[in-house]
């Protein structure tokens, strides 16, 4: 290709870390559910969807995107309680496909519903103030948006980390991944793990919506496309490993966006060859335990 | 016999729920004599462009009930039988079958999209049912899938691409890179772009493919940006064409170089909102805006906005009240319903039901027509309606289109 300069190639990798940011966030919140209660939520896709409904819908009523950041994980959080304590809860031990099928089906409802409440066409979405237009980053003029975007990925992803490393609920979430019934024993109760677990999964889902928004259109179906996309992700990263799934969000990000500047139209598969080859030198992903699935 | 008049009025019903539920018109289908007229209404009433196909059949619920207030034919009223096509060629083709064999529709308007018009056409040339579609497509014209049957109210890219290449490309310069959604209706944006531009002296440094219903167009950015064109062709519609629109904004592309669009719907920009299409100009079939200047258009807008609670029409569902308004004033003018005969009323129809004049040319059923340029609006908004500029109207002539031989029609 002619014209290919190092600031090119830059732009490209930095503009594939902020996509990658976004797939990050959301296989990070998909592997925890998986990790801990052994559910591939089939509904994060959803999550995201309704939380960059919500979220836009309180940042035109109020005004302001700080509100609607606090405001959004909140909401999606607490639907997440409502899903895993009444409709996730009674198919535990019934094996990986009941909870699959069960998240599946209520993406679709979640989808209708934003359907009828917002209608067809979605909601118009707004750049915060201060955060629009672009900012020289030494290589060229860059989005200051994205980088808020990596920024606020980065400090999430950090706040995760701390919560499950070096806190108590992280040991007790750590453990009830390694053997529940060992945790039950000692005395905690695991239901309630669980369910603040499954809260927090849709909460970063519901984020990571409010947070892309601006970057994208907001409408109903915006959560099909990056569901599977996330899946990618989680799987190249390994089932059940937030590292897996940080690390691999962002290289699905910059092989699709290294991909779209030599061979644009196979951008989409390049993210699904990298898969492929993951799995085929390393079966249980790049951070996975092998066996995961089982 | 029963059972089928259950089945039958229960999916009105659904069709009536999930499109029109605020039209009184459905109190007409509960009443509806054995001898109405029956219009097939394909169009995808979800997905990605549930936007549009929704206005599509608010306007030709207007179009049905001007007709039937004025008194039908002989005192035949007619009648819309809505479809969703699910944006899906096979369930195109299932359904307009369906209509044909089962509901026995008397014409077919309707689609929205290349591919299922195409599929739909497939089925009216083999039933020899008269089809006008209301979508964009250049090939329903070529002699390999037209028939006699069909007819073309939609602009098609070659008229609409053609008008904008002219506009843009002597104001704001010749080196023109495309962002193309890739499928047979972003090519042929394209094609028909370069065309036109070819007489302009216009040079492609690159057209860049994107996957159909790709969210995320930032990777195809930086590339695009240090090729440094004069003019940027978005070559995507709907969804694709709002968010391509917004990342292209946040990326500052705007500042180099200025960024226009074959179509430019009112749709996508209602949902893209100012910001993101601000400065984007397009060509579009029809713009409220025109009721300053002309009158059919006031008329129209006027009777949508009274039977829409004050909102205005939108270019596609202005296609869906046209495509109507031709099959209905041809059967008044045949003074029949016999296909043939409302045929060659349609081919010698003189026409002007919202837009000025028009008329479809005689080998290729064309509706010939204006393309209205128009450019987006961030400031100084009347309203929520108030999205447009209007630049410019490219009139009605058959020069800016294929001729006749280059489709392979005889004439």
């Known amino acids: 290709m002619t014209g290919l300069t190092f600031e090119l190639l830059c732009m490209q990798l930095l503009t594939g870390i902020a996509l990658g940011s976004i797939y990050a966030l959301l296989a990070l919140g998909l592997c925890l559910i998986f990790g801990m209660l052994n559910v591939v939520n089939f509904a994060h896709g959803a999550f995201f969807m309704v939380g960059a409904f919500i979220g836009v819908y309180f940042l035109g009523v109020t005004g302001n995107f700080w509100f609607s950041l606090l405001l959004t994980p909140l909401l ?16 535990y031990g019934r094996g990986l496909d009941y909870p699959l099928l069960l998240t599946f089906g209520l993406s679709y409802v979640l989808i209708e519903v934003m359907r009828i409440t917002f209608g067809i066409e979605g ?12 900012i020289n980053v030494g290589i060229g003029y860059f989005p200051k948006y994205r980088l808020f975007l990596i920024a606020a990925t980065a400090l999430i992803i950090l706040g995760v980390w701390f919560l499950i490393q070096k806190t108590r609920y992280g040991l007790i979430i750590k453990a009830g991944a390694a053997d529940q019934e060992i945790v039950k024993v000692l005395g905690v109760d695991i239901a309630k793990v669980w369910l603040l677990v499954f809260g927090l999964g849709c909460a970063i889902a519901g984020l990571s919506g409010i947070l892309a928004s601006p970057t994208r259109s907001v409408n109903p179906e915006m959560g099909v496309p990056i569901l599977a996309e996330s899946f990618v992700v989680t799987v190249v990263g390994g089932m059940g490993s937030p590292v897996g799934a940080v690390v691999a969000g962002l290289l699905v990000g910059v092989v699709y966006s290294m991909t779209s500047l030599f061979f644009p139209d196979l951008a989409e598969l390049s993210i699904f060859v990298l898969m492929a080859v993951v799995l085929l030198i390393r079966p249980q992903g790049l951070f996975g335990k092998a066996g995961a699935m089982g | 016999m029963k059972q089928k008049v259950t089945n039958q009025t229960r999916r009105k019903m659904l069709i009536g729920g999930a499109a029109a539920a605020s039209t009184p018109l459905w109190l007409n289908v509960a009443n509806a004599q054995a001898d109405t007229i029956k219009i097939g209404f394909p169009t995808p009433l979800t997905g990605p462009f549930s936007a549009e196909a929704q206005d599509q059949v608010k306007a030709a619920e207007l179009a049905i009930k001007e007709f039937n207030d004025a008194g039908g034919f002989n005192g035949r009223k007619a009648e819309l039988l809505v479809r969703d096509d699910k944006l ?6 299932t359904r307009t079958l369906e209509l044909i064999e089962k509901d026995k529709v008397n014409y077919l308007v309707g689609s929205l999209s290349a591919a299922t018009q195409l599929s739909i056409n497939a089925v009216c040339k083999e039933r020899k049912v008269l089809f006008n579609s209301i979508s964009q497509s250049d090939a329903i014209n070529e002699a390999k899938d037209w028939s006699v049957y069909t007819f073309h109210e939609s602009l098609n890219p070659t008229m609409t691409a053609g008008a904008v290449a002219r506009y843009s490309i002597p104001r704001y310069g010749k080196k023109i890179v495309f962002l193309t959604a890739d499928y047979a209706y972003g090519h042929e944006m394209v094609r028909a772009f370069e065309r036109a531009g070819k007489e302009l002296g216009a040079t492609t440094l690159a057209d860049i493919r994107h996957p159909l219903g ?8 930086p590339r695009i940006k240090a090729l440094n064109p004069d003019i940027l062709v978005l070559c995507n519609f709907g969804r694709d064409l709002v968010n391509a629109a917004k990342q292209c904004t946040d990326f500052g592309l705007k500042s ?13 920009r209602l949902a893209g909102g100012p910001e993101a299409f601000e400065g984007i100009l ?3 079939g029809y713009y409220w805006g025109l009721e300053d200047r002309i009158p059919t258009a006031k008329a129209f807008n006027d009777a949508f906005r009274k039977m829409y609670n004050g909102s205005v029409p939108s270019d596609y569902g202005a296609l869906g009240y046209a ?18 005969k409302v045929v060659s009323a349609m081919e010698n129809l003189k026409y002007d039901w919202y837009k000025g004049p028009e008329y479809y040319r005689k080998c290729d059923h064309q509706a010939v ?14 309203d929520k309606y108030d999205v447009f500029n209007i630049l410019t109207i490219e009139p009605t002539t058959e020069k800016n289109m294929r001729s006749c031989a280059e489709l392979g029609h005889k004439a």
Do not use: H, W
């Open chain 2, 256 to 268: 180099s170089m200025k960024i226009v669009t074959p179509v430019l719907l009112y749709t996508a």
């Open chain 2, 88 to 93: 899906n060629p096979g369930e195109a083709a």
């Open chain 2, 282 to 284: 397009g060509g579009t």
């Open chain 2, 323 to 340: 495509g109507i308004k031709s099959v209905l004033a041809s059967i008044k003018i045949a003074k029949s319903t016999e296909t043939m």
């Open chain 2, 214 to 221: 790709a969210s995320d167009y930032s990777a195809f950015l």
């Open chain 1, 123 to 134: 909601l118009p979405s707004i750049t915060p103030d201060g955060l629009g237009g672009s």
């Open chain 2, 369 to 382: 027509q204006t393309v209205i340029i128009v450019e987006s609006k961030s400031k100084n908004m009347k």
């Open chain 1, 76 to 91: 999606t959080g607490c639907l997440g309680l409502l899903t895993e304590r009444f409709l996730v809860r009674p198919l």
